[in-house]
């Protein structure tokens, strides 16, 4: 579970905890009521007080573990894992920072940015993204015309792409207008639909199903999941990912990717703190101390661990093909390396280091 997964858990049981305190507070506040007497009066007070008593217990307990957790769980100064020699005065992380607000839109947050930092952005760049905000808003609104238009202008790069995003957005208009029971426009509309025959096959059976219920109504049918389907947000995020790449940039923001990467990657560097301070690790190295799994969201390239060294190939230390077709880091090549020849460590055959061959993924 990461931190903030043990966090809520640990301020679900504060809160449970604090409920019970206020029900025994309102259960005592009913009992002090002049109105109430009887028999077991002075019973049933001390009963709830015990019990408010315990509860207060309870609840300091849980507050307590609470704070444990932060301390637990949240570093208080992270800039010790900040190696920032790698990116003093770099302008590539003020590109990523305007290049991320530029995907999300916030073109005023940019245009600001800009000011303070003195960076220069290539109008050429920045219009692009102008155009595509303006299409987004326009789809948030309701108002496809605009995305259609520009699936249209780039229907052929998108094509060998096989993005979904046209065909996408003309479900959505078929959607409307089975909604608003309009028969004869949405018979029309199917033709349109046909284009995508051979490649929508059972989507578009699916959206052919929904005239059979133009009439009483698509909520109450078998098809129903397609309208939420249909006006998924998701379609404007899809729309900005097929964009970007279609300038030539990356689907994900790299410096949301960046983020997630260290969020993912803290902890353990956290609990190799003291190591680090002492040995210095993180300053000595072009590369982090310990190995972090960061899942396969963030692996963008084919990764080669040596079997012999059991070391990951890296740029200096890159994965090397021998004769016999075995790969081994070049590291392990020279290790293995006595005279003329080299044996492979996989097979009985001979072969010359310079025969090998350096392989790129």
């Not at 003309?170 to 029971?181: E, T």
């Not at 000595?284 to 190995?291: F, N, R, S, T």
Request: hydrophobic content about 35%.
């Amino acid at each position: 579970m990461d931190c903030v997964g043990v966090l809520r858990s640990e301020y679900g049981k504060v809160a449970c905890k604090h409920e019970d305190l206020i029900q025994g507070a309102d259960a005592i506040d009913k009992l002090l009521d002049p109105a109430v007497s009887g028999p077991d009066y002075l019973k049933q007070v001390k009963f709830e007080l015990s019990r408010i008593s315990q509860s207060h217990k309870d609840w300091h307990g849980s507050i307590s573990r609470f704070g444990k957790a932060i301390d637990k769980q949240m570093t208080e100064n992270v800039a010790f894992f900040s190696n920032t020699n790698k990116f003093r005065d770099s302008p590539l992380i003020q590109q990523l920072i305007c290049e991320h607000f530029l995907r999300q839109g916030d073109l005023d947050l940019v245009s600001q940015f800009i000011r303070e930092s003195g960076y220069q952005l290539d109008e050429a760049k920045r219009l692009p993204f102008v155009q595509l905000h303006e299409i987004v808003t326009a789809l948030k609104a309701g108002n496809l015309a605009p995305a259609m238009q520009w699936c249209e202008t780039n229907r052929m790069e998108l094509k060998k792409r096989s993005s979904l995003i046209e065909f996408l957005l003309h479900r959505r208009h078929f959607i409307s207008l089975v909604q608003n029971k309009k028969t004869t426009e949405a018979l029309r509309y199917a033709k349109i639909l046909g284009q995508f025959s051979d490649t929508q096959k059972k989507p578009l059976q699916q959206l052919m199903g929904t005239l059979l219920f133009i009439n009483s109504g698509l909520e109450n049918s078998p098809y129903a999941y397609l309208i939420e389907e249909a006006y998924s947000m998701e379609i404007c995020d899809m729309l900005t990912k097929e964009a970007c790449s279609l300038l030539g940039l990356s689907k994900e923001s790299p410096l949301a990717i960046t983020v997630d990467a260290g969020c993912k990657a803290l902890p353990a560097l956290n609990a190799i703190k003291q190591v680090m301070e002492v040995k210095q690790l993180w300053e000595l190295k072009d590369e982090l101390p310990c190995e972090v799994e960061l899942g396969p969201s963030c692996q963008f390239h084919t990764l080669l661990a040596c079997p012999i060294l059991r070391a990951q190939c890296t740029k200096t230390n890159p994965p090397m093909r021998l004769e016999c077709g075995h790969v081994i880091s070049n590291d392990a090549l020279k290790r293995l390396t006595m005279t003329s020849k080299v044996k492979c460590p996989y097979c009985p055959q001979e072969t010359s280091p310079t025969n090998a061959r350096e392989l790129h993924f």
